[in-house]
C-alpha cells in the first residue's frame, strides 16, 4: 500500500482534484442563476421551463445521492467519482448543441447524475487519504472553502461573463473542472482497497423507493400551476409521493441491510444537524433565484449589474470564514447554531417583507442569509458527526448533501411556483404592463413569505432536537 501524504502538498494533486469536484457542484446552480432572464429570453422559456432549468439538477441531485452514494460505498468511491466526471464533462459539452429548453433541462438532470456519483465521496475521499487527524481537518477545510467561493462568486461571475459571452459559456465552463478534476483524482487517489468495501447488497428496492419519493414531491407543485387543481394529476401525483414514502420507510424499517438507518437519522444531533442544513439550502436557493429575477426583470439591471448587486452576498460568504472558529470559541457550538439558523430566516423575512421596496432591503437579505449559512454550513455537518457512529461518517456526509439539495429543489420550486401562479404572461417579456409589475411585487412577496416560514419550522426542530440532544448528555 502506498504510504498516506505527511502535508498537504504532498497530496496537492489530490486536494486539487477534490476541490474541483466540490467546486462544481457549489458554482454550478449559483453561476446559472444570474443568467435566467436570458435563458428565459434565448430559448423563449415558459415560467416553469425556467424553474426546470435549475430544479432539475437540485432533484435529480438530491434523489440519487444517497442510492449512489451506497453504491460506490461497495464498488468503489474512486471508482464511481471518476465515472461521474466524464458524465460531468460529456454533459457539458453537449450545452453547446442545446436549441431549446426541453434539451438544457435535459443536460441540466445529466449534470445532476453527475454531482450524485461525485459529490458525496469527495469529503470521504479527503478523510482516507490521510491517518492523521489534524491533516484530514485542515484537507477537509481547504476543499470547503474552494467550494464556498465558488458559491459566493458564481453570480457575480456569471454576470461578468453575460456581459461580452453567450449564456452557454457558463455551463460549458464545468468541462475544464471536470478534466482537472479527473486528472486529480486520478493521479492523487489510491484504488479503493478491498477491506474499505462494504459486501453488503445494495437496497434496491429502497434506493427506487426513496428517489421515487423525492422526485414525486417536488414535481408535484409545478403540475399544479400547470394543470390546475380541477385537474386529477397533480392529485395522483400528490398520493403517489405519500405512498412511496411510507413505502420508504416501511422498506428501511424492515430491510435486513437498509439503504438508509432510519434509527441513525433519529437521534437528536444527527436530525437538528440536517434541520439547519435543510434550511440554509432552501433560503440559498430560493433568495439567489428571487433576487436574480427581480434585479434583471424587474428593475431592469443589466447581468453585469445584476453580479454586483450580488456582492454583498459574495463578501460574506468569503470573508465571513474568519469569524466561525471565534464566533463557536465564545458562545459555544449549539449557540452558534442557532443564532446562524436564525439569521438565515430573518435574512428571508426582510427579503419578503421589504424586498421589493428597494436594493437596500435586498442588500440587508443577501448579507443575512449569507451570514448564516456561513456558519451553518459549518455547525451542521459538525452536529451529524458528533451524533453517528465512527464507521458511519460517509453515510453522514451524504444525509448532509442530500438535505441540502432537496430543499435547494423546495426552494426553487416554492418561488417558481408562486411566480407561476400570481404573475399573468410570459415572465421574460422585454416589457411589463403596470398590472404584471404590481403581480410580481405581490408574487416575490409572498414567495419570500414561504420561504421564511419553512425556513423557520426547519430551525425551530433543529433547535428543539438540539436541546434534547443536550438534555440527554
Request: glycine fraction near 10%; proline fraction near 4%; aromatic fraction near 6%.
Amino acid at each position: 500500500m502506498p504510504r498516506p501524504p505527511r502535508s498537504l502538498r504532498e497530496a496537492g494533486a489530490a486536494l486539487a482534484g477534490l476541490s474541483a469536484v466540490f467546486l462544481f457542484e457549489m458554482l454550478d446552480n449559483s453561476i446559472l442563476n444570474v443568467a435566467l432572464p436570458t435563458i428565459g429570453r434565448e430559448l423563449s422559456a415558459s415560467t416553469t421551463e425556467l424553474q426546470w432549468v435549475t430544479g432539475a439538477y437540485a432533484v435529480v441531485f438530491g434523489g440519487l445521492m444517497l442510492a449512489l452514494g451506497a453504491l460506490a460505498d461497495r464498488v468503489g468511491r474512486r471508482r464511481v467519482m471518476l465515472v461521474g466526471l466524464v458524465l460531468l464533462g460529456v454533459a457539458s459539452l453537449a450545452t453547446a448543441l442545446v436549441t431549446t429548453a426541453e434539451q438544457l433541462i435535459a443536460v441540466r438532470a445529466a449534470m445532476g447524475v453527475a454531482a450524485a456519483m461525485t459529490t458525496p465521496g469527495s469529503l470521504a475521499l479527503a478523510f482516507r487519504l490521510f491517518d492523521d487527524d489534524g491533516l484530514r481537518v485542515r484537507a477537509t477545510t481547504l476543499i470547503s472553502t474552494v467550494g464556498l467561493v465558488g458559491l459566493g462568486i458564481g453570480p457575480t461571475a456569471g454576470g461578468f461573463v453575460l456581459a461580452f459571452a453567450p449564456w452557454q459559456v457558463l455551463l460549458l465552463a464545468n468541462a475544464p473542472i471536470a478534466a482537472l478534476a479527473y486528472i486529480g483524482v486520478r493521479r492523487g487517489i489510491p484504488v479503493d482497497r478491498a477491506d474499505e468495501l462494504h459486501r453488503d447488497p445494495v437496497d434496491s428496492a429502497g434506493a427506487l423507493l426513496g428517489t421515487a419519493t423525492i422526485v414525486l414531491a417536488l414535481v408535484t407543485p409545478t403540475l399544479f400551476v400547470d394543470a390546475g387543481a380541477a385537474s386529477p394529476l397533480p392529485w395522483l401525483t400528490t398520493a403517489a409521493a405519500v405512498v412511496t414514502a411510507v413505502l420508504f420507510v416501511v422498506r428501511e424499517r424492515s430491510a435486513r441491510h437498509p439503504l438508509l438507518d432510519l434509527a441513525l437519522v433519529a437521534r437528536p444531533l444527527v436530525a437538528s444537524g440536517l434541520a439547519f442544513k435543510a434550511a440554509a439550502g432552501l433560503a440559498t436557493a430560493g433568495l439567489a433565484y428571487l433576487a436574480t429575477l427581480q434585479l434583471q426583470l424587474d428593475w431592469r439591471w443589466t447581468p453585469a449589474q445584476a453580479a454586483l448587486g450580488m456582492l454583498p452576498q459574495v463578501v460574506v460568504l468569503i470573508a465571513g470564514g474568519a469569524l466561525i472558529g471565534p464566533l463557536v470559541k465564545r458562545v459555544g457550538l449549539d449557540k452558534a447554531a442557532r443564532l446562524s439558523a436564525g439569521a438565515v430566516v430573518c435574512g428571508l423575512a426582510v427579503y419578503g417583507l421589504l424586498g421589493r421596496f428597494g436594493y437596500a432591503w435586498v442588500a440587508v437579505a443577501l448579507v443575512l442569509v449569507a451570514a448564516g449559512i456561513r456558519v451553518v454550513g459549518v455547525v451542521a455537518g459538525t452536529n451529524v458527526m458528533r451524533g453517528l457512529p465512527a464507521d458511519r461518517t460517509t453515510i453522514g456526509a451524504a444525509l448532509v448533501d442530500t438535505a441540502s439539495e432537496v430543499t435547494t429543489g423546495i426552494g426553487i420550486a416554492v418561488s417558481g411556483t408562486v411566480l407561476a401562479v400570481v404573475f399573468t404572461g410570459d415572465i421574460a417579456t422585454s416589457h411589463w404592463s403596470t398590472d404584471q409589475t404590481a403581480e410580481f411585487h405581490a408574487a416575490i412577496t409572498w414567495a419570500g413569505l414561504a420561504l421564511t416560514v419553512l425556513a423557520a419550522a426547519l430551525v425551530g426542530w433543529g433547535i428543539s432536537r438540539a436541546r434534547r440532544a443536550t438534555a440527554d448528555e
